[in-house]
Each structure stands twice: as C-alpha cells, then as structure tokens.
C-alpha cells in the first residue's frame, strides 16, 4: 500500500443508525473504505450505538480495523454543540455506552438531550475526544469571533481528556477554508493538536436530496420547509482519501494525525463470552448447590418417589446446566414464575424448554417429559455453544406486573428489554416520503393504498423494487416521491421493544451493551436487538404475552369466586383441569373450539374433527399437522388417510414401527427425528439433535456428510441394509424441515385443553372472558354468534349491567353476556366512570340526573339499547328531538316517533353496527337466513372439504382492500365472515369491474366462486365469479 492510500482515516462516518439521518448500511460503509484503500474506519452514529453489531462483524470479515464512536451533544454554560468520542480499549467502550444510554434514556420530548462537562468527565476513561467539526461549540465561537469562549472550552475539554483530545477540522466545501485557516489561528495557543474528518451521511453526492428528505421525515416536516442546519452538512459524502488530502494541502499534520488516532484505537468489544446474572443465595450455599436442592425437592412433589430413571435423568441434566454455567437462568425464571403464580398470572411455556426434567420439576414446564419421551438435547445440546431459551407465556393483561418484578429484584441498572428494529417498509416509506413532499392527505393514501399489504393470489410474486417501478410508471408525476421511498425500503426507521426477550445483566447493563427509551411504555430496552445482545453475551428470558391465558385467568378468577373454600387461589383452579373428560372431549371431537386458544381456526377445527381428537395428545398431533409445511408436504392428509384406515400404516423397515406408531408412520415431530438418528442410526443425542438442525435448514454441509455415513453404518450394524437405510435418510430429510417440537405442541396443548374444559363447563364465563380480551382468530361477530350457539343471551350495553369491558350477569337466573360501556361510540371515560358509580337507575330522569350526559352521549346510548327497560327507543329518541332534555340546549336531533311502537330488530342492528360497531343480539346473516339458504351457501369452515368446486358463500365484510395489479388494473381482497368463520374472497379485474357496484357497503352478499388453494398461507379462499348484495333495508 503506497504513502497516498494509507495516508487517510475516516473518523467521523455515519451509517443508517444515525436513525432518520445517515443513509449508508455498515456493511456498505466498510466495504466503500476498503475499495479506498483504508485499513481502518471510525463509526460515530448520533446518540446511538446499534450500528455497532453489524461493524464489527463486516469490519471482520473484510479485515479492516473497526473504530467505534459516538457523535453525542454536549452543553456548556446554556449552549449545545456536538462532540465525537472514540473509544481506545473496552473501558472506553462501557463509557461510550453509559453516555450514549445518558441521553437516550431521557423523553427527548420533555428533556434536553444532551451530556454536561461533569458527566462527560466522569466517563472519559478510555475515551480520544475529537471536538465535533462543523456543529461544535467551538465552531460556534470561531464563527462569532468568541476567542476567549473558544480556549475556555478547550481548556476544560483538555483538562478531561489531555493528550486524547484532537481539534476536529472539516472542510464540506472550499470556501470554508478560510474559517477554518482563522480557527486553526485562534485556537494554535492550546497547543492541542488538529485532525481533518468529513461528516459522512451517504455514500455518493447525488444522495443528498435523499438525505434532506429523511430529514424531513424525522422532523416532521416537509422538505420545502427544511433548514439546511437541521439537514446533514452540505457534500456529506464518502470522500476518498485524495479528496481529503487536497483539501488539507495547507495543515497535513491533520492528515496524518487520522492515522495516529486510529493506531490509539485497540477496542475490542466484549464478546465471545456468556455473562450469567448474579442471584440471591441463601448464606453458605453455591449456585449449583441451590438448583440441586431445587430440582429434587420438585421432583418429589411431582413424582412423589424419585426413582433410578428419574435420578439418573437429574444428574445428567444437572451436570450438563453445571458445566455450561446455566445455573443463574433456571433460578432467575423459576423465581419468576413462582411470583406470577403467587400474584394470579397464569403462565405456560413454548417451545424446547419442556424437554428439560429439571425445568419441569422447577414447575418452569408443564409437560411431563419423561411420559412424552421428550430428549433434553432438543433443549440444550452439549456439543451447541448457544444458550438455552427458556420461552415463557403469560396473561397478557397482567405480563407487565412480572416485568416490573424482574426490575424490581433484580435492579433497574442491570436489567432491560431487548430491542426490535422496525425498518422502512413499502407502505410506510411511501406514506412518509409523500407526505415530506407535501402531497396532500388524500394524495397520500391514495398512493399508499395501491401498495397490496400482500400481493395476488396467482399473480408472479413482486420484489418490493419491482412493485415501485410498476407504480412509478403508471403515476409518472410522483416519480421523485416513488423513487425515495424506494431508496429508504429496510432502511432502519426506528428501535421499539421486542414482544418478550428481557435481559439481567451479572453487574451494571451498559458496562456491556447501551440502553434506550422505548418509545410506548417508557421501558429501558438495550439498543441492539436480539442477534445483538446475543453477541455480547447477554442470556435471554422471554416473556410472552399470551391473549389466551388472559382469557383462562380471568374464567379461573370466577370460578374461584363461587368456591374459594375448594382452592387457596384462582391458579389452582386451573392446574385442577382433568386431562380426561366426557364433556371436552366431546367438544374437541365436534370442532367446537371457536375461542379455544391455538384451536380455533376454521382448518384447525377440521382437523380435529378429521382424527376425532379428544385429549391433549390428540390436540398435540393437530398442532403439529396443521401448518404451512405438512400441509404443503401432505404430511397431513396421510395422517388423516391412516388414521381413518383408508391407507394402511406402511414402515421402510418394522425396524420404524415403535418410533412412528402414534404418528401412523410419519414424521410428525422433531424428537422423532432425534430418536430414529440415536436409538437406530447410532448417533449420540447430541449429534442426533445437530443433524435435525442441518436437515431442517437443508445444510448440505461436510458435519452432514459425516453424520450421514455414520447414521447409514449403525442401521447396518442393526440388519438394516444399506437401500432401506438410504431410503430412512431421505425420509427424514424430506420431512425434517416439516417437524413440530413436540414441546412445544405439549405445552400448548394443555393450554387448549384446558380453554376447551372451561368452555365446555362454564361457557358463560369462557365467551365473556374471550370478548372482553379481544377475541382471537376471529371477529367479534363471530365469537358472539358462537355465544348464542350456547344458549347465551348476548345484549348490548346496558347502564345498569355493564362494566368498562364485557360482563357476565345472571339477571333472572339466565346467564347474560352484556357488552362493555367502553364500545359505545363517543362515550367518555368520565361519563363511564360516572355511569358505573351512581347505579342502579330506575328511570330515564334517574339516569340523566345522576349522570349528567352530554346529549350526543345520551343519544348513542338509547340508540344502541344501553336503557333497555325506560321505554321504547322512538319514544325517547323523540323526546331528545322535541327539546325536552334539557334548557337552553339547541336541539341536535329531529330522528320523531309517530307511535310508542319499539324499532325492529333489522332496525336495532343497524343502530348497533353503527355505534357498537358490531350488531349484538342478532348476526346480519341470521336476519336474511332464508334468502342464504335458498341460495344454498356453504358455511366458510366446510370449503376446506369441497377444493375446485363452484359453490356459493354468505357473508359479511370484514376487511376489504384494493389493489393494483402489475398492469394497473383494480382488483378486491375481501375477507368474509359468516356464522362460521372467516373466509378470503378474491375480485380479479374483470370480476370487480363487473360486479363493483353490487360490493357497496357491508353486505351481507352472496358470492360464487370457486375455491382454491394457497400453498404459502395454508388456507382456502375463494375466486370470485358472481355477487349478490343483500344488504336489508335502512331504518328510516
């Protein structure tokens, strides 16, 4: 490398985790400075650090030395200006962390964000300074002739860093030689030395509209009324190391004090190795000591004797957590759990982690094992480097009470959740880049709604960039708006928390990895996402919230109410569940799941009623069976064929039969894949659980081909030949890819069980519980139909009756599921509050005197029903309309009544579509049965039997979105509800242009079609041919 190529480091780059302002990837950016023959190069992203993981690891690969650095604004005596820190070992590294989790901790909404000269000071180990260039204070000074204020800053900066702080030079244009020639002049009297950086924002000079218009995104702005100070620095661009050389012509110590800087950097970040928290310990006792005690206490309360087996699986176990020092992570969730129990959470575990005895016996897991054959290398292989997950459910609505409580115990500055990057995507990258542009709102939705959320069914699967070219040909005027949104796509737009992953840190977090705000709850998330903080060596928890456990949490609460003297708490009601039952079973036999959690799809149903399931095990094998993989693989419809006898159970070798007997001679789990490697082709369960691992990422690679000749030489030695053994091979490898942990299904399976036994036998309890969560799969529609297929009574809100959220009562000893105040439209909080304090009410004048509300208020109420009892709605509609409410009040309303005759129900669900949202007493279909069944619709749960036909569905709209095809032509993605379930509907351009007047409103339709098939979703829809609107008429 000759004098000119090696003369140059850049030490002030942005990437595209300056969030909302660089444009460049890290990859991008490493790859660009090594084409300039640069051997090294500084990442400074403002306030952040997320870029850092990805640095480092491109840095690696293309042997180039990483700089890690901050860009972070620092405030003296009432003024701001930004600085930039790099840091020199890994003790500069915690202090870049700490720093940056300074300022992004603090609600930049209510907060100034930036650091002071005390707190800069107190992190400056192993930090080089550089003072900030263009947008520093002592930029600032200089420009308005503040020497005095210059070298005072400078000193104080000096006394902090000394022989590490460099004065930052940066020449974006030529004409700013002069500043800086006049800066170098006022400042020479410091003595401290200067360097030349470029602020970097993007790669090449034609970006750097682009680079105006993200900035104006993240200011909320368009870019017409963009400052250029609030911009990137005009020529913000990768400048090679001969540009720089010829603009520092005049000072080339600046030049060549890069490379000295870059040689002070020798960081190396704290990676490689797993940091285990720290847990309380009772005095005298080691952490392995502690889970010991733990796991055989446990063990005899599950097993109530501890025999050889057991024993012998403990220890083995126990050794294995032991020598990879897993201890702390098992005692860390165990505690957890043991407190949400405590405090009425309701909580379930997801995937390997049910494999463990130890975890079961910590009461962590469910499942038993040992009686599912369950293999603790699925969980945690010895021959793995990777720590274990241990994935836990919760009660949703009360998964933020165990949060805390991990902050809590553990402290708040060693733990924190994990981050989820959210990039720019087609439709929000398009919606912000048309707004920045200043199209005007319907403009903007216009143009984001021809974006399909998912593209058509039989159409050539569009790369997002080919899905842009196509709408930029066809609206040539927004051709600048196409193509910077197009330019933005996967860029990083913002850090939001992950779903469950929370962190406990052995000592402080940010000695390792920064923190941030997030930007909903508030929380402290780490600023790296999961890849991330598994890099630095952070253990995982996840803690999921699950809709389905807040649904058998709160049916477990009413339970509990009626027969406290029978459980000390309502947790106990449902660890009481028997897993045999008549009447559940009878229930999951029929597909009569609608609200049971995991089991209620309609494709789910089916299948249960498809191999008559009626026990856990049963709902274990639908689990596995129905998704994308065995459905494509037809994994399922050869289960369903042999389990009915329609084919007979056929084994490459009887050799298969014991391991593939309860899945009819398929492979249906991973564990079987396991136990046929291990027990059969000789592999230890280490060595069977990476090979699963390769086949089911289809590795072809050398570790496969050896593990492939050792499996094919222990079927031998067992009498099996070499053509059966081969042929064993290519079946797990084509099925591999499709198998289901089988603890995973366990788990979730005891779940359905266990919502399907609370339907069964308190399906008041169960229906209001699964509304008031939200629902499910499902729309609200469906699941209050599926409530009066029980025989419930479903009402609309009633002022005597109801709570915020959906209610079960008992008016006349009839159980009533009335709807929340809270879906009444344009019903105050206020007003609620005052609704439920001041009852019961005994008329209409009760009401309004106690209540006070506002008209509008008072009109939706006695429109949806919510004063059932205090006349008919007419008559006290007609007394708001003849001004009789209230004095002094302009009379809004002219809806007159002739008579004191009630509306009609057709009339009553209208009001209630209207104001509930949804009609409550009667589905929409129920009202125009004859006309549906005159016309012969099939129910939408019966299509996944009847592929390829022509038949004629029913239904509701749901959802409804149009779409242009790669020709530009209309088309409609509807989806469909009926009292079944929901349906997809496809409209191609010929049939929508045919029949677009007839989808007016929400129907209810009729619709023929024929169904098909989509392999990608596993799910039947139906191509539209013809429609019918039977929408009923409006109340006048």
């Not at 005007?440 to 216009?446: D, F």
């Not at 009789?884 to 009379?891: A, D, E, G, I």
């Not at 709209?957 to 779409?963: D, H, N």
């Amino acid at each position: 490398m000759n004098d000119l190529e090696s003369a140059f480091v850049h030490l002030h780059a942005h990437s595209y985790f300056s969030l909302q302002e660089g444009l460049i990837s890290p990859e991008d950016l490493v790859k660009t400075a090594k084409l300039n023959g640069m051997q090294s190069i500084a990442l400074v992203d403002h306030r952040c650090l997320s870029g850092v993981v990805a640095f480092e690891q491109v840095c690696r690969h293309e042997d180039i030395r990483p700089i890690y650095g901050l860009e972070i604004e620092l405030s003296w005596q009432g003024q701001q200006g930004i600085i930039v820190l790099l840091a020199a070992n890994q003790e500069g590294w915690s202090n870049l962390c700490r720093l940056s989790s300074q300022v992004m901790l603090v609600d930049d909404t209510v907060g100034e964000v930036s650091i002071d000269l005390e707190i800069l000071a107190g992190n400056s180990a192993g930090l080089i300074a550089l003072t900030g260039g263009q947008r520093s204070l002592l930029d600032t000074f200089i420009h308005r002739s503040q020497e005095e204020h210059a070298l005072q800053w400078l000193a104080q900066l000096h006394d902090i860093f000394s022989d590490k702080l460099f004065i930052e030079l940066q020449q974006h244009s030529p004409d700013q030689e002069i500043h800086l020639r006049r800066l170098v002049k006022m400042t020479a009297a410091s003595r401290i030395p200067y360097v030349a950086t470029h602020d970097i924002y993007y790669l090449n000079e034609e970006d750097t509209e682009l680079q105006k218009t993200l900035a104006s995104i993240r200011l909320s702005c368009k870019v017409k009324d963009l400052r250029q100070d609030q911009a990137a620095p005009s020529n913000a661009y990768f400048s090679s190391q001969v540009e720089m050389k010829q603009r520092f012509a005049w000072l080339p110590e600046a030049i060549e004090n890069t490379r000295i800087i870059a040689a002070l950097c020798n960081c190396r970040l704290p990676i490689g190795d797993t940091h285990f928290p720290e847990v309380p310990l009772p005095a005298g006792k080691t952490v392995t000591e502690v889970l010991r005690e733990k796991a055989y206490l446990g063990a005899r309360q599950r097993y109530g004797r501890i025999d050889e087996h057991i024993s012998t699986r403990l220890e083995y176990e126990l050794g294995i957590i032991a020598k990879r020092g897993y201890e702390p992570i098992f005692l860390i969730v165990e505690e957890l759990l043991e407190f949400a129990r405590q405090n009425g959470v309701p909580i379930s575990s997801r995937g390997s982690a049910a494999s463990s005895l130890v975890a079961y016996c910590l009461r962590i897991t469910n499942p038993d094992p040992l009686a599912l054959d369950l293999y603790f290398e699925r969980f945690l292989n010895p021959a793995r480097s990777s720590p274990p997950d241990i994935d836990t459910d919760l009660c949703s609505r009360r998964r933020d009470l165990v949060i805390q409580h991990v902050f809590d115990k553990y402290g708040s500055e060693r733990v924190a959740m994990v981050a989820t990057i959210n990039c720019f995507r087609p439709r929000s990258a398009l919606g912000e880049v048309a707004k920045a542009f200043g199209l005007a709102t319907s403009e903007v939705r216009q143009l984001v709604e021809s974006l399909p959320y998912r593209q058509a069914f039989g159409e050539h699967l569009q790369s997002d960039q080919e899905l842009f070219a196509a709408l930029e040909s066809a609206n040539p005027r927004f051709q600048r708006v196409f193509e910077h949104a197009r330019r933005l796509l996967d860029q990083p737009r913002h850090l939001s928390m992950h779903p469950g992953g929370i962190l406990v840190a052995p000592g402080k977090i940010t000695d390792l990895v920064p923190v941030m705000r997030s930007g909903g709850k508030g929380v402290t998330i780490t600023q790296f996402d999961l890849e991330g903080v598994a890099r630095f060596g952070l253990v995982k928890i996840d803690l999921l919230g699950i809709r389905g456990l807040s649904v058998l949490g709160d049916v477990a609460e009413a339970i509990f109410s009626w027969r406290q003297s029978e459980f000390s708490n309502a947790m106990q009601v449902l660890h009481s569940i028997p897993l045999e039952d008549e009447e559940t079973a009878r229930a999951v036999r029929a597909g009569q799941t609608i609200g049971c959690f995991q089991i209620e799809s309609p494709g789910m149903r089916a299948t249960l009623r498809e191999i008559e399931g009626d026990s856990p095990a049963d709902i274990m094998s639908a689990l596995a069976l129905y998704r994308p993989g065995p459905l494509r693989g037809g994994l399922r419809d050869a289960f369903v064929r042999r389990f009915k006898k329609l084919e007979p159970v056929e084994h490459i070798h009887p050799i298969l039969e014991p391991l593939l007997a309860e899945s009819y001679g398929v492979i249906l789990y991973q564990e079987q894949v396991l136990r046929i490697a291990h027990e059969l082709g000789g592999l230890s369960l280490a060595d069977a659980d990476l090979l699963r691992r390769a086949m089911s990422h289809f590795d072809p690679g050398e570790h496969m081909k050896t593990l492939q000749q050792r499996f094919l030489a222990g079927f031998q030695q067992r009498g099996v030949s070499l053509e059966k053994a081969e042929k064993v091979w290519e079946m797990m490898a084509a099925f591999a890819g499709y198998g289901f942990p089988k603890a995973h299904a366990a788990s979730y399976a005891l779940v359905a069980w266990q919502s399907a036994w609370c339907k069964a036998h308190f399906p008041a309890e169960f229906m209001n519980a699964v509304l008031a969560n939200g629902g499910g799969y499902y729309s609200q529609r469906v699941y209050l139909s599926e409530a009066r297929r029980l025989g419930l009574r479903t009402e609309p809100p009633h002022i005597n009756h109801s709570g915020y959220q959906f209610r079960v009562a008992y008016p006349q000893g009839e159980a009533c599921l009335y709807m929340g105040l809270d879906q009444v439209y344009g019903l105050t909080r206020q007003t609620q509050e005052r609704i439920i304090a001041n009852r019961p009410y005994h008329s209409l004048d009760d009401f309004l005197s106690k209540v006070d509300p506002r008209k509008a208020e008072l009109e939706n109420l006695i429109r949806c029903g919510a004063l059932s009892g205090f006349g008919s709605i007419p008559q006290m509609i007609n007394r708001l309309a003849t001004g009789s409410w209230r004095k002094n009040q302009p009379n809004l309303f002219v809806w007159q009544a002739e008579d004191g005759q009630d509306w009609s129900m057709q009339e009553k669900a209208q009001a209630q579509e209207q104001i509930l949202g949804v009609s409550v007493n009667v589905h929409p279909l129920d009202l125009v049965a004859a006309k549906t069944r005159a016309a012969g619709a099939v129910a939408s749960t019966e299509l996944i039997n009847r592929l390829g036909e022509s038949l004629v569905v029913a239904g509701s709209r749901m959802t409804s979105r149009r779409v242009r095809t790669a020709k530009g032509d209309l088309m409609l993605f509807l989806t469909l509800e009926d009292l079944e379930g929901m349906l997809s509907v496809v409209f191609f351009p010929q049939v929508y242009r045919q029949y677009r007047a007839a989808l007016h409103g929400n129907g209810p339709f009729l619709i023929r079609g024929v169904v098909e098939w989509d392999q990608e979703l596993a799910e039947v829809w139906l191509r539209a041919e013809k429609v019918r609107n039977l929408n009923p008429p409006t109340a006048a």
